[in-house]
């Protein structure tokens, strides 16, 4: 595996982007990394709540998924 250097690291959504060149064939690669455990954990909570609350709500809103690293600049 090539070695690997920072290029971002967002403190807000907690994305971080690597990058890295394979010498043998000269392609790059950007890798992104995020930890989604605060997410599913907040979508867990969110989902219970929903259920608790079924009877007396017409919108659910049950998850929410991390966004794209594209699409958050």
């Known amino acids: 595996m090539p070695d690997e250097l920072l290029l971002d690291h967002d403190p807000i959504s907690g994305m971080t982007e690597w990058i ?5 064939t ?10 989604v455990s605060p997410i599913l ?3 867990k909570e969110m989902q219970a709540e ?3 609350n079924i009877c007396f ?7 929410v998924r991390p ?7």
């Open 20 to 24: 890295s060149t394979d010498e043998e």
């Open 26 to 35: 000269g392609e790059t690669f950007i890798r992104y990394e995020q930890d």
């Open 41 to 43: 954990d907040y979508n």
């Open 50 to 52: 929903t259920r608790r």
């Open 57 to 63: 709500t017409t919108r659910l809103s049950i998850a």
């Open 67 to 73: 966004v794209p690293p594209c699409a958050s600049r």
